[in-house]
């Protein structure tokens, strides 16, 4: 069983910044790419940002600039800084990792529940 959990969404005013987290536990063998969509009221989920085992990120044309994504290995978690924080923004924001739980069984996307980022003033 893997389970992503993510963390950091909240209220922000135009202009901020916030921190979303996500932490994958459970039985892994090996991460590929873990990535972060949004989905905002109405709208396809979408690419954020995404970050491969060696370290290579993208970015949708909207975030790039003001927003940074990292990645713990060792922890397996990715990190995604948002700054000037727009209210085009807000949506609720899922992690994304593409996991192999063991050999043999295949590669396999996984997805947090979300979290929501509003940005407001």
């Known amino acids: 069983q893997v389970q992503l959990v993510e963390s950091g969404g909240g209220l922000v005013q135009p202009g901020g910044s916030l921190r979303l987290s996500c932490a994958a536990s459970g039985s892994i063998f090996s991460i590929n790419a873990m990535g972060w969509y949004r989905q905002a009221p109405g709208k396809e989920r979408e690419l954020v940002a995404r970050?491969?085992?060696?370290?290579?990120?993208n970015y949708a044309d909207s975030v790039k600039g003001r927003f940074t994504i990292s990645r713990d290995n060792a922890k397996n978690t990715v990190l995604l800084q948002m700054n000037s924080l727009e209210p085009e923004d807000t949506a609720v924001y899922y992690c994304?990792?593409?996991?192999?739980?063991?050999?043999?069984?295949?590669?396999?996307?996984?997805w947090g529940k979300g979290t929501l980022v509003t940005v407001s003033s």
């Open positions: 994304n990792a593409y996991i192999l739980i063991a050999i043999g069984i295949g590669w396999k996307d996984y």
């Open positions: 970050i491969i085992d060696g370290g290579s990120t």
